[in-house]
C-alpha cells in the first residue's frame, strides 16, 4: 500500500499512478508514484515594459519562482547577481490557463535588455555544438572570478555530503525518479536542497532561493549535485560564485576545462570513501595522504 502524499511537497511535484509490476513469474497492479514534469514558460520585464519570453523549460512543478529568478541570474541576463533588481513574480492568467504556475512573469527593477536573450539562445546553440572554446569564453566574460584557494575544507567533510543530501529528498526516496542539488556550508551543515527532473533546474531553484534572500556571490558555500556534471552545471555554479562542485558521478570533459578556467574545483564519483578531484584541488585538504 502506496504511503499517503508528503504534505510537504509542492503541488504536482509528484503524481499517483498505477503500474503493471513484473517481479520474476509474478504479476501484480500496484498503485505508485512518479516524478511531475510540465514545461514552465520564463519572461521577464522591467518597468513599463512588456513581458519577453525568455525560455520555455520542462520542469518538476514547484518553487517556480526560485527557478525563474535562478535561470535569469545563472544566464548572466539580471543586472547584479548580489541585489538582482527583483521587483517580484507573476504568475500566468488563470481565466485562461488551467494550471497558471506554468507561466511566470519575474518582474524587475530596472529595464530587461531583451537583445541578451538573443545572445544567449546563439551562444547555447551554435557554440556548445561547434566549439567549446566559444563556449567557455562566453561564460568566462559574465562570470566574476572566485576567490583563489577559499573555502578550505576538510576531506571527511566532503565526503559526508551524499549521505546528507539523500537524507534531504523527500521526493526521490518516494519515486526515484529526480535529481538534486544541495548547496552546503563548508562545515557540511545543509543550506537548500531542491529537486527537479532536470538537474540543471534543481540547481537554479537552489540558487534563486539565495538571490531571494540577497545571498550572493556564495564564495563559502559547497554544491553537490545527483548525477553526472555538465558544461551546464559548472556554468551555473560559476555564475553563483560557488567555488567547489561536487557529483555522485562524472564530469565531461568541457565541464573540467570550464572549472580550470574558471578557478571551480571540480569533484565527481563521490561515493563511499573516495573521489576525484579534476580541478584545482587547493581548496581540499589533503595533506594527510601526502608522504
Known amino acids: 500500500m502506496t504511503k499517503p502524499l508528503d504534505p510537504a511537497l509542492p503541488i504536482r511535484h509528484v ?29 521577464a520585464a522591467g518597468p513599463r515594459q512588456q513581458p519577453v519570453s525568455v525560455a520555455v523549460t520542462m520542469r518538476t512543478p514547484g ?16 543586472h547584479d547577481s ?26 524587475l527593477t530596472k529595464r530587461f535588455d531583451a537583445s541578451k536573450v538573443a545572445q544567449r539562445n546563439f551562444v547555447a546553440t551554435a557554440s556548445c555544438g561547434i566549439c567549446g572554446k566559444a ?36 521526493a526521490f526516496e518516494r519515486t526515484g525518479g529526480l535529481h538534486a542539488a544541495g548547496l552546503f556550508e563548508t562545515d557540511g551543515r545543509l543550506v537548500a536542497v531542491r529537486e527537479d527532473v532536470g538537474r540543471h533546474n534543481a540547481l537554479d531553484k537552489v540558487i534563486g532561493s539565495r538571490v531571494k534572500v540577497r545571498e ?3 564564495w563559502d558555500r559547497i554544491l553537490l549535485v545527483s548525477g553526472r556534471v555538465s558544461f551546464e552545471i559548472v556554468q551555473k555554479a560559476a555564475m553563483a560564485g560557488i567555488p567547489i562542485v561536487c557529483a555522485v558521478s562524472a564530469p565531461s570533459d568541457l565541464a573540467i576545462r ?20 579534476y580541478a584545482h584541488d587547493g581548496r581540499i585538504d589533503l595533506r594527510d595522504l601526502m608522504g
Do not use: W
Request: proline share 7%; hydrophobic share 45%.
Open 15 to 43: 503524481t499517483p499512478t498505477k503500474v503493471v509490476a513484473v517481479r520474476g513469474d509474478q504479476l501484480e497492479l500496484l498503485d505508485d508514484l512518479v516524478v511531475g514534469e510540465e514545461p514552465l514558460e520564463i519572461r
Open 63 to 78: 518553487h517556480e519562482d526560485e527557478l525563474a529568478i535562478g535561470f535569469l541570474t545563472t544566464e548572466g541576463l539580471l
Open 82 to 107: 548580489g541585489d538582482a533588481g527583483i521587483a517580484g513574480v507573476e504568475y500566468g492568467d488563470p481565466g485562461y490557463m488551467a494550471e497558471p504556475d506554468d507561466a511566470i512573469v519575474v518582474r
Open 135 to 170: 563556449s567557455i569564453d562566453s561564460v568566462a566574460l559574465r562570470c566574476e572570478p572566485l576567490p583563489k584557494g577559499i573555502p578550505f575544507v576538510s576531506r571527511s567533510m566532503i565526503l559526508s555530503l551524499p549521505e546528507r543530501l539523500r537524507d534531504a529528498q523527500a
Open 216 to 218: 550572493l556571490p556564495l
Open 258 to 277: 570550464l572549472a580550470e578556467r574558471l578557478g571551480v574545483t571540480l569533484i565527481g564519483f563521490l561515493r563511499d570513501d573516495g573521489f576525484n578531484v
